[in-house]
């Protein structure tokens, strides 16, 4: 047991002060860099106190990046990202732990390796995929002669009916994201920990795998979910580099790219009142999110550690 020591608490106490201003120094310098007008932004040195003026940059930046249209494709994204990844996840982890079949150990490292495999990395072949993905079902058809098969007797071009392009879709912005290693591996980690004897019963009670995995194993892993919820909607929501190089049309933009685009460059006013209003309430939904799910949030760290 640690011994109580007034030494040792203020040390703590300062050590944690100082983490939490250095974390909300750059915010309170964004706060006031937001209150105020566009000469007052200017101004040197730069002013300690907010000025008057937050709502009103609040409003023009709305407005001028278009955030409400922004605002709701960054929520379906984000929310088809956590969907898809925890499925995907699960039915993933449940298989590889529960059911024995030929290089099942080979699937799941595959799948662990693939850790080392980012979106950044693969971003080229992640690209063409998405912009052609019809094309494995071309290659098959013409593979085995079915398309000219096809064409003889019906005179349907079925390679010109496989032309499918997802790019500035809300499916081309999803599905390339949605699988997910170190989800994958958290899950397989804590089916681990359930004991065999609840699988024993409930095979004795007449529980098949389905009524097992949505009866048993969701409910044991509420607060899992939860916690890994969190950070997938943070993951999704933040989204920079896909978004920017899939969306050419700005209606399928996000609410960063928004952002970036409010951003003063070269040859343009100093407007970062504008810019910094805006980061406010694009950082609001995953603020919002960590508030409300703190206590299930850690109590999936700590569950998932034992």
């Given at each position: 047991?640690?011994?109580r ?5 203020i040390f ?6 100082l ?16 209150s ?8 040197t040195?730069?002013?300690w106190?907010p ?21 709701f494709?960054s ?8 969907i898809?990844?925890l499925?995907?996840?699960l ?5 590889i732990?529960y ?12 799948i662990?390796?693939s ?12 690209y063409?995929?998405?912009a052609?993905?019809?094309?494995p ?14 064409e003889?007797v019906?005179g349907?071009?079925?390679?010109a ?12 912005l999803?599905?390339p ?13 804590f ?9 024993e019963?409930?095979?004795l009670?007449?529980?098949g795998?389905v009524k097992?995995?949505?009866?048993i ?6 607060a899992?979910i939860?916690?890994?919820?969190i950070i997938?909607?943070?993951f999704g929501?933040?989204q ?15 609410a960063?790219?928004g952002?970036k685009?409010?951003v003063?460059?070269?040859d343009t006013a100093?407007?970062?009142?504008i ?8 950082m609001?939904?995953?603020a919002?999110?960590i ?10 760290l ?5």
């Amino acid at each position: 047991m640690i011994e109580r020591n007034l030494g040792l608490t203020i040390f703590c106490h300062a050590v944690l002060l100082l983490g939490a201003a250095a974390v909300c120094l750059p915010l309170y310098f964004a706060f006031v860099a937001g209150s105020l007008t566009l000469q007052e932004v200017q101004q040197t040195p730069f002013p300690w106190v907010p000025g008057t003026h937050f709502f009103d940059n609040i409003v023009s930046a709305w407005n001028q990046g278009n955030f409400s249209r922004l605002y709701f494709n960054s929520l379906v994204v984000t929310i088809g990202i956590v969907i898809g990844k925890l499925s995907i996840s699960l039915i993933a982890a449940f298989a590889i732990t529960y059911f024995r079949f030929p290089f099942r150990m080979t699937a799941f490292w595959l799948i662990f390796v693939s850790l080392m495999l980012p979106v950044e990395v693969r971003i080229i072949p992640t690209y063409e995929a998405v912009a052609d993905a019809g094309a494995p079902l071309r290659w098959l058809f013409s593979a085995t002669g079915l398309s000219g098969l096809i064409e003889t007797v019906s005179g349907y071009r079925i390679e010109a009916a496989l032309q499918w392009n997802m790019i500035n879709s809300y499916g081309g912005l999803i599905l390339p994201l949605i699988a997910s290693a170190s989800a994958t591996f958290l899950f397989r980690q804590f089916f681990l920990t359930v004991p065999e004897e609840l699988c024993e019963a409930a095979r004795l009670d007449g529980a098949g795998p389905v009524k097992f995995f949505f009866d048993i194993l969701l409910p044991l892993s509420r607060a899992n979910i939860a916690a890994l919820s969190i950070i997938l909607f943070l993951f999704g929501w933040n989204q920079y580099l896909w978004p920017l190089l899939f969306t050419t049309d700005d209606s399928m933009a996000t609410a960063i790219l928004g952002l970036k685009d409010l951003v003063p460059v070269a040859d343009t006013a100093p407007a970062w009142n504008i810019a910094m209003a805006a980061a406010f309430f694009v950082m609001l939904p995953p603020a919002v999110i960590i508030l409300v799910m703190q206590r299930w949030f850690t109590k999936g760290l700590v569950d998932s550690g034992k």
